[in-house]
Structures are given as structure tokens and as C-alpha cells.
T-cell receptor
Framework: AQSVSQHNHHVILSEAASLELGCNYS??????LFWYVQYPGQHLQLLLK??????LVKGIKGFEAEFIKSKFSFNLRKPSVQWSDTAEYFC???????????FGSGTKLNVKP | DVKVTQSSRYLVKRTGEKVFLECVQD?????MFWYRQDPGLGLRLIYF???????EKGDIPEGYSVSREKKERFSLILESASTNQTSMYLC?????????????FGPGTRLTVT
């Protein structure tokens, strides 16, 4: 079975600090990659996605992620976080072989004002 | 906008009860999914369906079954609820194809089994 690893389980930052959340996956073939965010009390929503093309993708709210195929990674970045970015972030992978999605265990981000 | 709705936000059931969780999507999506979300474990796939009356087991199907009689509706059934099924249950849907589309999630049902 495929797997997705998010190594940072809980991250605490001050406002204006830079953010990088790691995501690694195990599948060796063609993949589609996603980052989802879940704000407190809200449902999961898409932050950004990578299907093909430019490996640096930009999402909503100033987030971006870089796909590095050789490292099987899709790390999420934001140059300057805000208190409103406090949420849980999930990396997800799906392949072209089947319709299953694999999610990481999530990273809780706490931004201190 | 895609809308995925779930029948209940909060549910409390007793051990041994049969529990039905319903999910409806309004975008004519072929694929629908049921996950459970537990702290530190992320989202784990229970079942998914790629067409009416079609289903496939996910990673943790034990103790669950599903039903998809209409394209827009996907039900998760706990045949005999147990305390270890206390969790947040999330429904999601996507368009068809071979795994190239994002998932749209419902608000979740927080189930407590006592």
C-alpha cells in the first residue's frame, strides 16, 4: 500500500515566521499531490494541488508547494504566517492507477499572535 | 460550488446499535468516499464507490459496510457499533477518471459510541 508521511506533527510559530511542512510519499509512479487544510471547526478544504507541469505550485492564502520527484516530496511553504493560518494541514497523494487517495497523519500548526 | 452534505454533525449511539451515516453530493460526481479521522492518524479510507452499486474496500473496512443506490448518495453503515468506532467520519466526492481530481469534503459527523 502507498503511504504518505508528514514528519512534523505539531508546529508552533510566531506571526511573520516562515513555514515549511514536510510531506513524503512512497509511490514510484505518476502521482497527483494535494495539500488540504482544516481550520478549527471547519471542514477540509483544498489549499493547492499538483497534477503536472511546473513543480512549484501556488495555492490560496499565499501558500506554495514544491514537488521534487527525486525526493518523493511535496513540501508546503509560506514565507510569513499569520495567526489565521492556525489549522491542521494534510498532505494527500493519489495515483493514476486507481481512485484511492492516501492522506498523511496531519500537521497541527499553531501560530502565536 | 460543490456541496457535500452529511446527515448529522453529531451523533451519540449505544454499543451494538446499527448506525447509518448518510452523505449527499450535488455535483454529479462518480466517486464517493468515506473516511474516519482520528487524532494523530489523519484520514483513513473506509470504503469508496466509483459508480452506483459499486464499492471497494479501503484500508479499514472491518465493522463497516456501505450502500450506493443513487449516484448522489453514499451511506456508511456500522452494523453493530462499538466504542472503538467513536470517531469523526468524513464523506468526500470527486469527478470520475483515474485519480486525477481533487476531493470535496463534507463537514463531518462526530460519532460517539457509548
Amino acid at each position: 500500500a502507498q503511504s504518505v508521511s508528514q514528519h512534523n506533527h505539531h508546529v508552533i510559530l510566531s506571526e511573520a515566521a516562515s513555514l515549511e511542512l514536510g510531506c513524503n510519499y512512497s509511490y514510484g509512479g505518476t502521482v497527483n499531490l494535494f495539500w488540504y487544510v482544516q481550520y478549527p471547526g471547519q471542514h477540509l478544504q483544498l489549499l493547492l494541488k499538483y497534477f503536472s507541469g511546473d513543480p512549484l505550485v501556488k495555492g490560496i492564502k499565499g501558500f506554495e508547494a514544491e514537488f521534487i520527484k527525486s525526493k518523493f516530496s511535496f513540501n508546503l511553504r509560506k514565507p510569513s504566517v499569520q495567526w489565521s493560518d492556525t489549522a491542521e494541514y494534510f498532505c494527500a497523494v493519489t495515483t493514476y492507477s486507481f481512485n484511492k487517495f492516501y492522506f498523511g497523519s496531519g500537521t497541527k500548526l499553531n501560530v502565536k499572535p | 460550488d460543490v456541496k457535500v452534505t452529511q446527515s448529522s454533525r453529531y451523533l451519540v449511539k449505544r454499543t451494538g446499535e446499527k448506525v447509518f451515516l448518510e452523505c449527499v453530493q450535488d455535483m454529479d460526481h462518480e466517486n464517493m468516499f468515506w473516511y474516519r479521522q482520528d487524532p494523530g492518524l489523519g484520514l483513513r479510507l473506509i470504503y469508496f464507490s466509483y459508480d452506483v452499486k459499486m464499492k471497494e474496500k479501503g484500508d479499514i473496512p472491518e465493522g463497516y459496510s456501505v450502500s450506493r443506490e443513487k449516484k448522489e448518495r453514499f451511506s456508511l453503515i456500522l452494523e453493530s457499533a462499538s466504542t472503538n468506532q467513536t470517531s469523526m467520519y468524513l464523506c468526500a466526492s470527486t469527478t470520475g477518471g483515474t485519480g486525477s481530481y481533487e476531493q470535496y469534503f463534507g463537514p463531518g459527523t462526530r460519532l460517539t459510541v457509548t
